[in-house]
């Protein structure tokens, strides 16, 4: 029998999935976790994240306005879509780049020419110990979420993690 590290339930060994609490049983070669904070990165979804609706353009836009609408939004991040489904990102880090000090001779031009293809992306039902770890190999700052069929639904940004380890590191301080 295999203890659940989320509820702890017991379980027989082999199964792939808590018949308790429906956590998958996968991860179990993990070390445990030491902490609530580690606990709560290996147990929680990227839904309590509250990931914020994505501001998306289609891959033909001009940078131009792409960059117009990050500065109105006050965002750092466009999902690029093609007939709806994720195609690409654009970044501050792809203007300062690609663009750099030959801004006003490429406004015109589409922002695929200058966005980041085929973007790391997550579904709302990962777990946050994922998205971190796939944000800290690539040094992303933004993580699109998708749903079954590749389309935008959110994203979730370093900041958004750091909010969130703020409130549980609080929340275990208080405990």
Do not use: W
Not at 59 to 69: A, F, H, I, Q, Y
Not at 80 to 87: A, K, P, Q, Y
């Amino acid at each position: 029998m295999i203890e659940c590290p989320f509820c702890e339930a017991e379980n027989i060994e082999g199964a792939d999935v808590c018949e308790q609490c429906g956590q998958p049983l996968s991860d179990m070669h993990l070390p445990t976790p030491a902490t609530a904070v580690e606990r709560s990165l290996l147990k929680d979804r990227m839904s309590a994240l509250s990931p914020k609706a994505p501001l998306t353009v289609e891959s033909e836009t001009p940078v131009g306005d792409v960059l117009r609408m990050l500065f109105d939004h006050g965002i750092g991040c466009a999902i690029v879509v093609d007939s709806g489904s994720l195609v690409g990102i654009f970044t501050e880090r792809d203007a300062l780049v690609k663009l750099n000090v030959d801004f006003a001779e490429m406004v015109d031009r589409p922002v695929s020419e200058f966005m980041t293809t085929s973007p790391e992306a997550l579904d709302i039902g990962a777990k946050i110990a994922f998205a971190v770890h796939r944000m800290d190999l690539g040094g992303y700052r933004h993580l699109p979420i998708v749903d079954d069929e590749g389309h935008p639904t959110g994203i979730i940004s370093v900041r958004d993690i750091l909010r969130y380890l703020t409130e549980k590191m609080t929340t275990a301080d208080k405990a």
